[in-house]
Each structure stands twice: as structure tokens, then as C-alpha cells.
């Protein structure tokens, strides 16, 4: 029979030392692309940028398709590479947004099993008060 205080216990410890970003812009084998490797937030910001400035076109542009686009690709880039070099404290903006949204949507009870849980339906507690009649020899333990 074994004890339990033999076995092997795993412990990890993370520390701001192991934290590494996480990356997009690299290939299978781990050779850059040019001008990456990219941050999760320099992506989605330069999405972003680039999907704004393309609904807003008709307000900011009209100097023609070629020059309207060529100035959103670089302000685009420019926001991207501008986010290189900022720092959002321990987590990513991204993945703390991800987080939020999650929080919110999620279900006021928690989830069991991947589904939310439900609270039983209230039901009527019946009670009254109960009598009980003194019979002869209990609680008489005077002579004691």
C-alpha cells in the first residue's frame, strides 16, 4: 500500500520572468516575417484601424481610390508598428477585452459541465408549531 506523502507533487510557479507574448508572424520553423514577429494587439489594432477607416472612406477621403487607400494602409501600419513599443501593464488589452466580454456574458449562477446552472424553484416551507404533552416522570429530576 502506498502513502500518499510519497508521491511526486508538480508545483509551478509563474512569475513575470516566464510571461512571454503571444506571437503571430512567424513560420512552422520559427523564421521571422518581415517586420514581425507580431502581437496579438498589433493585429487586431490594424484590423481595426484598417475596417474603421474603410466604412468612414466618404467622410475623410475622395482624392481617388488609389490615394485613399494607399493613406489607410499606412496609417494602418503605422498604428500597428506604433504598438510594438507600448506596454499595457502584465496582460494584453486583447486577452483582458476577451476576458471581459466573457464575464459579462456568462451566467449570473456559474456553469456546471459547461452549462449554466439553474436555481431549484422556490417551494412553500409548511410548519407550525409542535405540542408535546408532558407525561408522568419526565423532567421531574427535583429529588436529584
Do not use: C
Request: hydrophobic share 40%; no cysteine.
Amino acid at each position: 500500500m502506498t502513502d500518499d506523502r510519497d508521491a511526486d507533487e508538480v508545483v509551478r510557479f509563474h512569475t513575470r520572468g516566464v510571461r512571454f507574448p503571444r506571437l503571430i508572424g512567424k513560420t512552422a520553423d520559427g523564421t521571422r516575417l518581415p517586420g514581425g514577429p507580431y502581437t496579438i494587439t498589433q493585429v487586431v489594432a490594424t484590423v481595426t484601424v484598417f475596417i474603421a477607416g474603410q466604412w468612414t472612406r466618404p467622410v475623410w477621403g475622395g482624392n481617388g481610390l488609389t490615394s485613399d487607400y494607399l493613406a489607410l494602409v499606412a496609417v494602418a501600419v503605422v498604428v500597428g508598428f506604433a504598438l510594438r513599443h507600448a506596454t499595457f501593464g502584465p496582460r494584453d488589452p486583447v486577452t483582458t477585452a476577451i476576458a471581459v466580454i466573457g464575464l459579462y456574458l456568462a451566467p449570473r449562477t456559474g456553469r456546471l459541465g459547461g452549462r449554466g446552472v439553474r436555481r431549484p424553484a422556490p417551494s412553500r416551507v409548511t410548519a407550525g408549531p409542535r405540542w408535546q404533552l408532558a407525561t408522568e416522570g419526565v423532567g421531574t429530576d427535583r429529588d436529584a
